[in-house]
């Protein structure tokens, strides 16, 4: 886990450098959004926004970057149907495995990756399906 915290704006800016992209204006509008709403004391939010604009990549790395915050935090994806949902879960995978903060979510033992869930470093130990 990251031993400092680091902004969401930070790890946003850091993974478009390592995909060779620029941050657009709307990202960093709608990445200091979500990052407020985490000094909030509300569980659910809605980010809604233009086609095409970006808001599941910049999902995928909200949760991820969550997730190097608060390894215990569980996330539900909640989407149209199964397919989307496991494309989601693929994508925030994918930033785990290859963003240097998010790397160090990786459990020390390799373990296979399951369709359904994400299986990282964390203290927590749970009996349930969704640990």
Not at 6 to 26: D, H, I, K, R
Not at 28 to 43: C, D, H, N, Y
Not at 64 to 76: E, G, K, M, S, T
Request: hydrophobic share 45%; charged share 20%; proline share 4%.
């Amino acid at each position: 886990m990251p031993q400092k915290k680091t902004s969401f704006e930070l790890f946003l800016g850091l993974w478009n450098t390592m995909q060779n992209l620029t941050t657009p204006n709307v990202h960093r509008i709608m990445g200091s959004w979500l990052a407020r709403q985490t000094r909030t004391v509300q569980k659910r939010i809605l980010l809604m926004a233009f086609r095409g604009c970006g808001k599941s990549t910049l999902t995928g790395l909200f949760c991820a970057w969550l997730l190097c915050h608060n390894p215990d935090l569980r996330i539900l994806i909640v989407s149209a149907d199964e397919a989307l949902a496991e494309y989601m879960l693929r994508h925030i995978r994918h930033i785990i495995e290859s963003h240097p903060i998010a790397k160090l979510l990786l459990p020390k033992r390799k373990k296979i990756w399951a369709n359904d869930r994400l299986l990282i470093q964390r203290k927590m130990i749970s009996r349930n399906r969704c640990a």
